[in-house]
């Protein structure tokens, strides 16, 4: 596994454990009974309980949580119980679960909201956790991308006594990743992993992997014989916003337009408001994700995100519809942006309800208060703060509209822009 030291060093002690229990049990040390792996999907949580199993010499039982949800009650319990059965006849093993909020989910109170199937797969599982005995050299690792829908009595001690994350990798986990994945590939000498690790912010391990695969097949496809910098970009775009569409003749000159001020719109906001954030690359070519064109901006690596930053991001994704609205008026404006409403949409509900970031609730979480439910009050004051922000979005494009229009016409021209073209024409 590339990259990841810090969850490497958490997991070293498990496979020693594993290998040797002897050294830790003369100290009056138990092993943990089990070990959560969280974060978002594609991050390298099932590879790691793999490379536990395998860096330990053990047998290595996969299963997924929905293999225990059944329409009988008592089969999954059963079930369970003939996996650790199992497992036991090994003496040592790696059990993992993945999706283990599939039967994991915080129990309900009252009976009807409860699941009783569910609830005594938990409880097998449970029970079956806490019948290890100390010198067992047996671990459960479970995996999930909701830590907070799991219930309680997993989490305690004795039962997955370590919750470790493993999140997005850092750029220098990266540049291995990608250094790992490019081994035994024909490659260029252009291509450079730091600058690749520097473009690919924010993306997993499992992204990076389909990234260099999808730039081999383009590569293929072509009948070349190395790798180049230009079938990567091209795989960025697959993998991003989906396969060019070939054919355009369906497309009027018009909905060229449309799509030229919408994309040229998002580029120069990101350029204007956030000058540290790259722009790769902007186009108006349509996808076959359904995408007319896209915009493809790099945020930079960081710790958090300030309160600044949420509202660049809502700036940014408003910016498309905000250059429709001052080029073609209120009422052409397009189904174009419903994904950037989107995105803008939850940036601003987190900056509100989970972040305390804003005056009219403070520091309070919606979440913890009214889980799930959508509050009037709490929509009203969204919409006014969208307003407000899509009102400063149209304000800052109108100050420099002559980019705007500078930027749109080098796109219905071009059709494709990069970033050092994009500097060039608003300089």
Not at 255 to 268: D, K, S
Not at 283 to 296: N, Y
Request: glycine share 8%.
């Amino acid at each position: 596994i590339a990259g990841n030291h810090e969850v490497k060093d958490q997991v070293e002690d498990i496979i020693g454990f594993i290998k040797d229990p002897q050294k830790y049990t003369q100290l009056g040390a138990r092993m943990p009974k089990g070990l959560i792996f969280y974060g978002p999907p594609g991050t390298g949580k099932t590879l790691m309980a793999k490379a536990i199993a395998k860096e330990a010499g053990v047998p290595f039982f996969s299963l997924s949580g929905s293999d225990f949800v059944q329409m009988y009650v008592g089969v999954g319990a059963s079930r369970i119980r003939e996996v650790f059965k199992e497992a036991r006849k090994h003496e040592r093993a790696v059990i993992f679960i993945d999706e283990i909020d599939a039967i994991g989910k915080k129990r309900s109170n009252n009976l009807s909201g409860s699941n009783e199937e569910k609830d005594q797969t938990l409880n097998a599982l449970l029970t079956e956790m806490s019948g290890f005995k100390h010198d067992e050299g047996i671990v459960v690792i479970a995996a999930t991308n909701r830590l907070e829908l799991l219930d309680d009595a997993l989490l305690r001690p004795g039962r997955f006594d370590r919750q470790i994350e493993i999140g997005y990798p850092d750029q220098g986990a990266r540049e291995q990743i990608i250094k790992l994945y490019l081994q035994g590939k024909p490659i260029s000498d252009e291509v450079d992993s730091e600058k690749l690790a520097r473009q690919t912010v924010r993306f997993t391990g499992a992204m990076l992997e389909n990234l260099l695969n999808e730039a081999a097949i383009l590569a293929a496809k072509a009948g070349e014989i190395k790798i180049t910098m230009n079938h990567i970009e091209k795989a960025f775009s697959v993998v991003l916003a989906g396969a060019e569409k070939k054919d355009r003749s369906y497309i009027t000159q018009e909905e060229r337009r449309i799509t030229a001020f919408h994309e040229a719109g998002h580029a120069l906001i990101t350029k204007l408001i956030v000058p540290m954030q790259r722009v790769v690359k902007v186009t108006i070519v349509p996808t076959v994700k359904g995408a007319g064109g896209f915009s493809m901006s790099i945020p930079k690596d960081s710790m958090y995100m300030t309160k600044r930053d949420f509202i660049s991001q809502i700036q940014i994704a408003l910016a498309g519809r905000a250059a429709e609205e001052i080029i073609f008026g209120k009422d052409l404006i397009t189904t174009g942006a419903s994904n950037d409403i989107e995105k803008a949409t939850y940036y601003l509900k987190e900056l509100i309800t989970r972040y305390g970031m804003d005056d009219t609730y403070g520091l309070i979480n919606c979440e913890v208060i009214c889980p799930g439910s959508s509050n009037q009050e709490l929509l009203k004051v969204c919409k006014e703060k969208m307003d407000q922000i899509y009102e400063e979005t149209k304000l800052v494009l109108k100050e420099h509209e002559e980019k705007l229009m500078v930027l749109a016409e080098a796109l219905l021209e071009h059709e494709t822009l990069n970033e050092d073209k994009i500097i060039e024409l608003i300089a």
